[in-house]
């Protein structure tokens, strides 16, 4: 059984920063891929950013380009999101799931998920 508990969430100003962690069970964390998600009120889930098992290859939503970044500690089998320069638009639930191989930005594409954790951005 997989396990994902994302935390780091919570209130933050624009233009603050906050780090995303997500903490994983079992002890494949290391042979698949990881990634971001997220979800704004009334709007479809979208692609944040992943990372690859290794942590050598990583992609981004054109939107967090240059502003987030997405890296891994296997050893800890923990993912983390730094997202920097926040800005209202970033407000939305938080998700981290566990993909397979590729870089995929397709949520279908992920098979298991965590609870999620709030981000809001006061402007």
């Known amino acids: 059984q997989v396990r994902l508990v994302e935390s780091g969430g919570g209130l933050v100003q624009a233009g603050g920063s906050l780090r995303l962690s997500c903490a994983a069970s079992g002890r494949t964390f290391s042979s698949y891929a990881m990634g971001w998600f997220r979800q704004a009120p009334g709007k479809e889930r979208e692609f944040v950013a992943a990372i690859s098992r290794t942590g050598g290859s990583t992609r981004y939503a054109d939107s967090g380009k240059c502003r987030f970044t997405i890296s891994r500690d296997n050893a800890k089998n923990t993912a983390y999101l730094q997202m920097n320069s926040l800005t209202p638009e970033g407000t939305a639930v938080y998700y981290c799931?566990?993909?397979?191989?590729?870089?995929?930005?397709?949520?279908?594409?992920?098979?298991?998920w965590g609870q999620g954790t709030q981000v809001t951005v006061s402007s």
């Open positions: 799931a566990r993909g397979g191989v590729g870089l995929s930005g397709y949520k279908y594409e992920y098979p298991y």
